[in-house]
């Protein structure tokens, strides 16, 4: 299984940013994808869920208008789009494959970096 | 939203020392607690699932308990690999939620 995600982004505030996250290894529409953000020095944040069979999704109202998370099964990609950047928005964001049981988090990407500077 | 909190937030230590890391949920989570270790610049790595059993390929050093509204994650002997941050996550309900994170260091 690996899950590799697109490069670091630099956006000025008001921007959007669009991460992709490519994932092998397995049956891409067999596993929900999650979303997870950490700031600088801080702590795991969940964005999101994503079914890649029907594209179904799930925000934390805190991202709620204006996050979207989408699909694309020919290529086994999922994406996190991110409108509206402001400052707080920096950070790695990182795709992660749900496991079997829906109770963990089994594989993860490498992480993309978003900066929002002006 | 279910709020997770880990105790200590720091902790130093040394290498052989027995190592015990508490998270307190705000409400109950049946036993639908995971534990993630991470290294500077690294993802998260998966440890422990539903609050006791060790993901495939992690050393028996670690282990979990608890259910309901509190957890703790055991090192018994650390070793020099395992100093890093280590996070709880509760998967009972959405939003999905981490605690704040334990900072294991070289004593």
């Known amino acids: 299984v690996q899950l590799v995600q697109s490069g670091a982004e630099v956006k000025k505030p008001g921007a959007s940013v669009k991460v992709s996250c490519e994932a092998s290894?397995?049956?891409?529409?067999?596993?929900?994808m999650h979303w997870v953000r950490q700031a600088p020095g801080q702590g795991l944040e969940w964005m999101g869920i994503?079914?890649?069979?029907?594209?179904?999704?799930n925000y934390a109202q805190k991202f709620q208008g204006r996050v979207t998370m989408t699909r694309d099964t020919s290529t086994s990609t999922v994406y996190m789009e991110l409108s509206s950047l402001r400052s707080e928005d920096t950070a790695v964001y990182y795709c992660?494959?749900?496991?079997?049981?829906?109770?963990?988090?089994?594989?993860w990407g490498q992480g993309s970096l978003v900066t929002v500077s002006s | 939203d279910i709020q997770l909190t880990q105790s200590p937030s720091f902790l130093s230590a040394s290498v052989g020392d027995r190592v015990t890391i508490t998270c307190r949920a705000s409400?109950?989570?049946?036993?639908?607690l995971a534990w993630y270790q991470q290294k500077p610049g690294k993802a998260p790595k998966l440890l422990i699932y539903?609050?006791?059993t060790l993901q495939s390929g992690v050393p028996s050093r670690f282990s979990g308990s608890g259910s309901g509204t509190e957890f703790t994650l055991t090192i018994s002997s650390l070793q020099p690999e395992d100093f890093a941050t280590y996070y709880c996550?509760?998967?009972?309900?959405?939003?999905?939620?981490f605690g704040g994170g334990t900072k294991v260091e070289i004593k």
């Open positions: 992660a494959r749900r496991g079997s049981s829906a109770s963990f988090f089994d594989f």
């Open positions: 290894g397995y049956t891409f529409t067999s596993y929900y």
């Open positions: 994503i079914k890649p069979s029907g594209g179904g999704t």
């Open positions: 409400q109950g989570i049946s036993n639908y």
């Open positions: 539903v609050a006791s």
């Open positions: 996550q509760q998967l009972n309900s959405y939003p999905l939620t």
